[in-house]
């Protein structure tokens, strides 16, 4: 009989299964940042021996060992949060996933060659992380500012992207002749005419509208994009040109690993209820009152 240190109760004693015949396993994995060392591997030695006991004895063995390819941080930057990955990442010139990757295969090799066992499944930290909805609202000035900073930080780290801007379509602004120069990582829609602040032509507004919304829509399942920005959907929302219990619906519904960024003042607290971060901008100072008219690579 297999006699195993229970941990809760402070005591050795037999060890008996929850289902007879099956004995499920977990076993902390590496965090794949860089090449695992004879320590490291002692503890997956000493795993595979208890697994290769348990099956000896006829069980069936399940046994997951994660892989922790982000969210690992550094201890002496724990202030920070400087996750132990990008910070190997940044250090070789290359992407976080590169790095887990190559690193990930080592480890398997790596075990391979001692003969330990694979795990039944390998479950990766990013595959488990959700996705937030972000929305910038207020009356301040920034939101789709900071919404297109966000876009260049995750071409940064060659991310795709997909934009739909729901106002300024006769604009042209310095964010859209920018990145047009990223046509095989940015997908940007510009909403038909574009509607106004003061509209005159309410079912036209509303059939744009709806329009730009089946393109969000494509966005939102596209799996090829990592990032969507709605730029001032709020506005279409704030004036009732689109259903906001279907429109978060649809966010809901989205696939776990696609963030969204909505912009526009008036969110409405059905969409804050919804996100996950939601940045007040407040007017506090604008040049505007003072006479100053909207400048290329300020306000567009």
């Known amino acids: 009989m297999l006699r195993l240190f229970n941990t809760l109760t402070r005591r050795v004693e037999p060890f008996v299964p929850l289902i007879e015949g099956e004995v499920r396993m977990y076993t902390c994995g590496p965090t794949v940042y860089r090449p695992v060392h004879l320590g490291n591997l002692r503890s997956y030695l000493l795993a595979d021996w208890l697994r290769r006991t348990f099956e000896f004895d006829g069980r069936r063995v399940i046994q997951v060992k994660n892989i922790t390819d982000v969210g690992h941080m550094r201890q002496d930057a724990v202030d920070r949060g400087e996750d132990k990955v990008i910070a190997a990442a940044l250090a070789a010139g290359k992407t976080p996933m590169e790095i887990a990757a190559t690193y990930e295969r080592q480890f398997l090799k790596d075990e391979s060659d001692l003969g330990i066992l694979p795990a039944t499944v390998y479950p990766r930290a990013t ?7 972000l929305v910038h609202t207020g009356d301040g000035k920034g ?14 780290w060659n991310q795709k992207v997909g934009i739909v ?20 990582q940015v997908r940007y829609e510009i909403m038909g005419q574009g509607f106004t602040w003061d509209t005159q032509d309410r079912a036209r507004d509303i059939a744009a509208a709806e329009a730009a919304w089946a393109i969000s829509l494509e966005m939102l399942h596209d799996p090829k994009l990592d990032l969507v920005l709605f730029d001032e959907l709020n506005i279409a929302l704030r004036y009732d040109y689109l259903d906001i219990a279907q429109v978060v619906a649809d966010l809901s519904a989205r696939p776990r690993d696609k963030h969204v960024v909505i912009t526009g003042r008036n969110a409405k607290p059905e969409l804050i209820e919804a996100a996950d971060l939601v940045t007040e901008m407040t007017l506090v100072k604008h ?7 909207a400048q290329a690579g300020i306000e567009y």
Request: net charge positive; hydrophobic share 40%; proline share 4%.
């Open 127 to 133: 595959e488990h992380v959700p996705s937030r909805v």
């Open 165 to 184: 801007q729901y106002i300024k379509g006769k604009w042209i602004t310095g964010e859209r002749q920018f990145f047009k120069r990223f046509p095989d």
């Open 143 to 156: 939101k789709s500012t900071a919404a297109f900073g966000m876009v260049a930080r995750a071409l940064g």
């Open 287 to 293: 040049h505007f009152a003072a006479g100053v008219k």
